[in-house]
Nanobody
Framework: VQLQAFGGGLVQPGGSLRLSCAAS????????MGWYRQAPGKQRQLVAIMTSTNRAVYADSAKSRFTVSRDNAENTVYLRMNSLKPEDTAVYYC???????????????WGQGTEVTVSS
């Protein structure tokens, strides 16, 4: 099982970006998919996650500006980020709790990270 994230880059303050992350491999089920971020010198923190029943949970810093969504048929999660601020600069990591076809339990998987820089 692998997670691959796309969509980071350099954007001006007030701009928008959309991140995507696709899970691949022998997947039986995915219970939660979402995004975390880690700014330089800081711990990794939750941005937004979505359950398999499309219940979303957001960090306070992401509410009203970011939208998480899932395409369960494609095992893909998206993060639409609007009104970006310099403090949103971080490496964004895709995360998913997945049960593979050969496993009897769920495991936590991380993608490789995609860098988002908000700067003028």
């Amino acid at each position: 099982v692998q997670l691959q994230a796309f969509g980071g880059g350099l954007v001006q303050p007030g701009g928008s970006l959309r991140l995507s992350c696709a899970a691949s491999g022998s997947i039986f089920s995915i219970s939660v998919m979402g995004w975390y971020r880690q700014a330089p010198g800081k711990q990794r923190q939750l941005v937004a996650i979505m359950t398999s029943t499309n219940r979303a949970v957001y960090a306070d810093s992401a509410k009203s500006r970011f939208t998480v969504s899932r395409d369960n048929a494609e095992n893909t999660v998206y993060l639409r980020m609007n009104s970006l601020k310099p403090e949103d600069t971080a490496v964004y990591y895709c995360n998913a709790i997945i049960r593979s076809s050969s496993a009897s339990a769920d495991y936590n998987y991380w993608g490789q990270g995609t860098e988002v820089t908000v700067s003028s």
